[in-house]
């Protein structure tokens, strides 16, 4: 119940294209949901982040969509660019623990 | 650049080896996090301090030993490792220990790679 299910597990775009990447949790104790972005070499790098209560936030390229009753979670990269290139992991937490999803691996081509 | 500086950036060592891995930060922040990440798999919580005090410790075993001399700094002391145990170590730091939130967000480091032989 603790498991953040994250999909799909590596991602080929072109440049300009839209990226998806897609979240999905059981347990409803879970009160922050961030996304991180982690290139190679570096540690994990806070993205954006939402909280239940909101069904949509918007930073710049980034967009997280929360559907609370189906308990999933959603990013959206637009006009996505070779640097963005990387690997991201949805998260979400509640108390102290920070429960990571698998992460998905994003390659964009130009 | 990350706040939150890991020394070194790689480390080999054999089995018999004592060695440490070192994080630092300067943004005041209350509680340090140690994690252990495999290749192409999401970071795994080992423990937290929480001013100053180990408030989490994720069944890890004892040949990791962490240390909080203070709040601005956290060792993980490494004795006795197995291959196996071969992973990026990644430390993290948030404002206080009680909840990752917007509030209370983890600031991560760039991690020491740690290489078992």
């Known amino acids: 119940q603790q498991q953040v299910k994250q999909s799909p597990q590596s991602l080929i775009v072109q440049k300009g294209g839209i990226s998806i990447i897609n979240c999905a949790y059981e347990?409803?104790?879970?009160?922050?949901f961030p996304w991180y972005q982690q290139f190679p070499g570096k540690g994990p790098a806070l993205l954006i982040a939402?909280?239940?209560?909101?069904s949509e936030k918007k930073e710049g390229r980034f967009t997280i969509s929360f559907n609370k009753s189906a308990k999933q979670f959603s990013l959206h990269i637009m006009d996505s660019q070779p640097g963005d290139s990387a690997t991201y992991f949805c998260?979400?937490?509640?108390?102290?623990?920070?429960?990571f999803g698998t992460g998905t691996r994003l390659q964009v081509f130009p | 650049d990350t706040e939150v500086t890991q020394t070194p950036k790689h480390l080999v060592m054999g089995m018999t080896n004592k060695k440490s891995l070192k994080c630092e930060q300067h943004?005041?922040?209350?509680?340090m996090y140690w994690y252990k990440q495999k290749a192409k798999k999401p970071p795994e919580l080992m423990f937290v301090?929480?001013?100053?005090?180990?408030?989490i410790n994720e069944s890890v075993p004892s040949r990791f030993s962490p240390e909080c001399p203070n709040s601005s700094l956290l060792n993980l002391h490494l004795h006795a490792l197995q291959p196996e145990d071969s992973a990026l170590y990644l430390c993290?730091?948030?404002?206080?220990?009680?909840?990752?939130?917007?509030?209370?967000?983890?600031?991560f480091g760039a991690g020491s790679r740690l290489t078992v032989l």
């Open positions: 993290a730091s948030s404002r206080t220990g009680t909840g990752v939130s917007g509030a209370n967000v983890l600031t």
């Open positions: 347990n409803t104790a879970f009160d922050y």
């Open positions: 998260a979400a937490s509640y108390t102290d623990k920070l429960i």
């Open positions: 943004m005041g922040h209350r509680a």
């Open positions: 301090y929480s001013y100053e005090k180990l408030s």
């Open positions: 939402i909280r239940p209560d909101v």
